[in-house]
Antibody
Framework: QVQLVQSGAEVKKPGASVKVSCKAS????????ISWVRQAPGQGLEWMGW????????NYAQKLQGRVTMTTDTSTSTAYMELRSLRSDDTAVYYC??????????????WGQGTTVTVSS | DIQMTQSPSSLSASVGDRVTITCRAS??????LAWYQQKPGKVPKLLIY???TLQSGVPSRFSGSGSGTDFTLTISSLQPEDVATYYC?????????FGGGTKVEIK
């Protein structure tokens, strides 16, 4: 079945970096992109960005520009999201989700289980 | 940037009630709108895309409508399993934005 499996929970100190992985299975990885979405405790969903697994094109949310990098490894069907210069307000559950490349995008139809990232001194 | 505003932020309704959630875009987005359901402690789930197209497997009591700046998600007969927070998301460009969410509870 189509699924996305994310890496485990992380605890980081302010100023550090975190890299979350998202391994896809059950579909042709390069036929879709991967979006990343985060959710702070008790808060709503925040779109972080998107990467095409076909050609590596990316789009990042303006507020995260310069701190976030999304990559893919097509040999292992894995997407990665790295967030640098972590702050306490980056504490959240981070989700990856499958999304068709633009202009064929229609929503995020398969989601990973989420990765909790805690930023604390 | 286009902002997405949902209303109400929460609602309480009885089983069997018709429930309507509104999502408003600060600029026109044609029909490039998706709706998601997130049950407590669970992963979000795609319900509707292109403003009114039901994702496969979603119960027919869910429906979406609208175009331009004003959109609605309707649950025709609220069920206990529909307790969740609902989010709209615009995708008229590659910069996606979620609405703030609407929490639906049973009265």
């Amino acid at each position: 079945q189509v699924q996305l499996v994310q890496s485990g929970a992380e605890v980081k100190k302010p100023g550090a970096s975190v890299k979350v992985s998202c391994k896809a299975s059950g579909y042709t990885f390069t036929s879709y992109g991967i979006s990343w979405v985060r959710q702070a405790p008790g808060q709503g969903l925040e779109w972080m960005g998107w990467i095409s697994a076909y050609n590596g094109n990316t789009n990042y949310a303006q507020k995260l520009q310069g701190r976030v990098t999304m990559t893919t490894d097509t040999s292992t069907s894995t997407a990665y999201m790295e967030l640098r210069s972590l702050r306490s307000d980056d504490t959240a559950v981070y989700y990856c989700a499958r999304a068709a490349d633009f202009p064929y995008y229609y929503g995020m139809d398969v989601w990973g289980q989420g990765t909790t990232v805690t930023v604390s001194s | 940037d286009i902002q997405m505003t949902q209303s109400p932020s929460s609602l309480s309704a009885s089983v069997g009630d018709r429930v309507t959630i509104t999502c408003r875009a600060s600029q026109g987005i044609s029909n490039y709108l998706a709706w998601y359901q997130q049950k407590p402690g669970k992963v979000p789930k795609l319900l509707i895309y292109a403003a009114s197209t039901l994702q496969s497997g979603v119960p027919s009591r869910f429906s979406g409508s609208g175009s331009g700046t004003d959109f609605t998600l309707t649950i025709s007969s609220l069920q206990p399993e529909d307790v969740a927070t609902y989010y709209c998301q615009k995708y008229n460009s590659a910069l996606l934005t979620f609405g703030g969410g609407t929490k639906v509870e049973i009265k």
